[in-house]
Each structure stands twice: as C-alpha cells, then as structure tokens.
C-alpha cells in the first residue's frame, strides 16, 4: 500500500521531515528551491520531509541556512528517538 505524502513514520525522522516541510512552505519555496538554494539534491529535501530517511548534519544544517535558520532552530521540538542504540558487538 503506497504511504500518504502526509503519513510520515513516527521519530525524529518523521517529525524533521515535517518541520522542513512546514518551514519551506511558510517560506513559499518548493521543494526544487529548496534544494538549489541548500545546495544539495531535491532527491534528499524530498525524502527527508517524507521522513524516508535522516539526512546528514551537513544537509541539515545547509537546509536550515537556507531557510534563513541555525540548524538549533531547525531541530527545535524534533526530541522524539524511538530507535534504541545498537549494541557493540566487539
């Protein structure tokens, strides 16, 4: 069953796709914008605001200057980690 553009999954992951998203349509961008004015592939603004995946510090913080944001203000209110930390097998 194909997932909603709205139906993000729940964690960090999910509530950050949200804020980009939320913020770059406050801002008026798409999501192509975005990405050019980051300086990072549309492909990455756009599975990050579907939560697919975590996109790394760089990204993050190039899209929150982007936005005109630190990378602090970006995070703000995305606090949930439901993952556990993986065990050291050595």
Excluded: F
């Excluded at 990072?40 to 944001?69: K, M």
């Excluded at 630190?70 to 050595?90: I, Q, V, Y």
């Amino acid at each position: 069953m194909a997932r909603k553009r709205n139906d993000r999954p729940e964690g960090l992951a999910g509530q950050l796709g949200e804020r980009i998203e939320s913020l770059r349509k406050d801002a008026g961008l798409a999501a192509a914008e975005l990405a050019a004015a980051a300086g990072i592939g549309s492909g990455t603004v756009i599975r990050a605001e579907a939560g697919r995946s975590s996109p790394v510090i760089e990204n993050v913080l190039a899209i929150a200057h982007a936005l005109g944001l630190s990378g602090a203000e970006l995070l703000k209110g995305c606090d949930e980690w439901t993952s556990k930390p993986k065990k050291n097998t050595r």
